[in-house]
């Protein structure tokens, strides 16, 4: 099993090979020994993003410049002294056509040298959803539940929840700055007076674990080969929370939709560990990525979802589309969640999401923009 920070390098290094171009055009031959080449571009430049990494060498005195097919991309004053090896930092529009774009830029040198690479900026924001999503301001439910959000730039700045008047937990989230190359975010717990630490990519995802210097919070994850991925939050402590998810529809490409068949949830209920093994009904095709949560999470209800799931830190683990039914038939559960939805005219983000449960019991949450 690799850890999460393998898997995410392993998904680089896929994207790299498949969808990134570098054309070449210095070698060395016939004792020339001058070069110029890009020897890498960001593969996790997503909707949300707003900078990009170039990694150059040459020979000697360089420039780099962007094509012609790229307005959304700006390169600056991108010039060196040679020889020299580097990178150059690019900023980026925010993508909301919803679909991938492509950005050529052009490494020249002093001595004749020239190297292009291609850049892709994903149509789908660093949290799954796509780049035109509308952004979740608050979430509230009849059973007194209320989730409120902030945003900062597409990124969750903070979230609030709560169950009739009583905070459960409130996040603030603070993201690394460009200079930063540790990309360290932090998140600070209200309640808890906890302050997690942990590295994200430029698409804002978790590239380490997510946890208090006291391990006390601690959030992690992993994947097999076979899309198999689990969540795990404070995994032996009472606060249990972790879920496994079994996708398909991976395919190399950060827009791909996933779909997910089979979802284990293992949580604490008053120290006793309960597992239901859910079988995942979707046959609408519901959009689960018009808007910025991951509503999925909430047929747990407020105070048994993953909050860092609902808000997408796990894009991995985002389910495409929207539950419909989620049931477990085993003969130590025998439940089901049934969900029903309405959701906005034109852009089709989720308006209301009503969970009926197998004891009768039912919640509506109203999603506010």
Known sequence: MKTSKSFINGVK?????????LAMTSCLNDGDTSYAYISG?????????????????SSSSWQLKKGSDASWLTVGSAT???????????????????????????LTNADGKSSSAQLYQWGTRGDGSLGSAKEVRKITGTDGSELTFLYSNHRIANLSVSKNGKLIEHYMFSYPTLADTARIMNVYMTNAEKTLKGSVNFGWQPTTDIASDDKSEILSWTSTSSNYVVVKWNENSKNRNV??????????????????????????????IVDENLTISHENKMSNRKQTVDANQLIFGVERMNPFMLL??????RCSYLYEKAEDTSSQNKLSYIVKYTRNTGDESVNTMTVEREDGSSVTYTFEY
């Open 13 to 21: 290094m896929v994207l790299a090979a498949t969808t990134v171009s």
């Open 41 to 57: 571009v960001s593969t996790d430049c997503y909707a949300n993003s707003n900078t990009v990494y170039l990694i150059y060498q």
């Open 80 to 106: 060196g002294q040679g020889p020299a090896m580097g990178s150059v930092v690019m900023t980026t529009e925010f993508n909301t056509t919803d679909k991938y774009r492509t950005a050529t830029v052009n």
């Open 243 to 272: 879920q496994s998810v079994t996708l398909s529809g991976f395919e190399n490409n950060p827009d791909s939709k996933l779909s997910n068949s089979n979802l284990k949830y293992s949580y604490s209920n008053d120290g006793v």
């Open 312 to 317: 997408g830190f796990y894009r991995y683990a």
